[in-house]
Each structure stands twice: as structure tokens, then as C-alpha cells.
Nanobody
Framework: QVQLIQSGGGSVQAGGSLRVSCTAS????????SSWFRQVPGKEREFVAS????????TYADSVKGRFTISRDNGKNTVHLQMNSLKPEDTAVYYC???????????????WGQGTQVTVSS
């Protein structure tokens, strides 16, 4: 099973930017979809963004549309989530995920990164 290793994230003031990255441990099938979810304590994991692992059409949650960008680094087997104009309500642990379908439901995914904390202060 492919392992996903996350990096990036951290703390920033509202209006700032952060990037989280997700690197697959092995060559990954082009049939996969890669997605980002986020979770705050006491709540279910929330869909953020998705794209085919090989690149292509991107989808976003309404709450991040226009501020977040999911992209792929072809040479490094890595997917990024660039987060701009961050708001305090974006504070969460962010997870990357890999699955065979594009889905906003976390149970559809078969591999997960370890999670990365993103904290936005007002």
C-alpha cells in the first residue's frame, strides 16, 4: 500500500498563506484521485479539494474556492495544497488522501497522510 508523507503547514495570521504537501512513497497509479480533507476536534473530516493524481480537473469545497489551490508536482510524486487568504476558521489538521474515485466522503479513500496542523490566528 502506498504511504503518504505530509509536510508543510504551521501557523499564520489571518490573510496569510501556507502550503501543505503530500508525497507518495512509491510510484502511484494514474487511476488514483488525490484529495485533501481537514478535521477539527469533535467534528467529522471535511472535504477540501481533489484532483486526479496524474493531473486534470480540480474540485473544491465552497468554503475554500478561490483561496486554495490543489496542484501536482510531476517530477516529485507530490501533491500540494496552496492556501491563501487564510481565515481563523481554516484552522484544522489537514490530511491528504488517495482513492480510486473522486469523492467528498472520507470513507472512499484507501490511503491517508499522517496529518498536518494548520493554525490561523485572528
Amino acid at each position: 500500500q502506498v504511504q503518504l508523507i505530509q509536510s508543510g503547514g504551521g501557523s499564520v495570521q489571518a490573510g496569510g498563506s501556507l502550503r501543505v504537501s503530500c508525497t507518495a512513497s512509491a510510484r502511484t497509479s494514474s487511476l488514483y484521485f488525490s484529495s485533501w480533507f481537514r478535521q477539527v476536534p469533535g467534528k467529522e473530516r471535511e472535504f477540501v479539494a481533489s484532483m486526479p493524481w496524474s493531473g486534470g480537473i480540480t474540485t473544491y469545497a465552497d468554503s475554500v474556492k478561490g483561496r486554495f489551490t490543489i496542484s501536482r508536482d510531476n517530477g516529485k510524486n507530490t501533491v500540494h495544497l496552496q492556501m491563501n487568504s487564510l481565515k481563523p476558521e481554516d484552522t484544522a489538521v489537514y490530511y491528504c488522501a488517495l482513492g480510486f474515485v473522486r469523492s467528498t466522503t472520507s470513507s472512499s479513500y484507501i490511503s491517508w497522510g499522517q496529518g498536518t496542523q494548520v493554525t490561523v490566528s485572528s
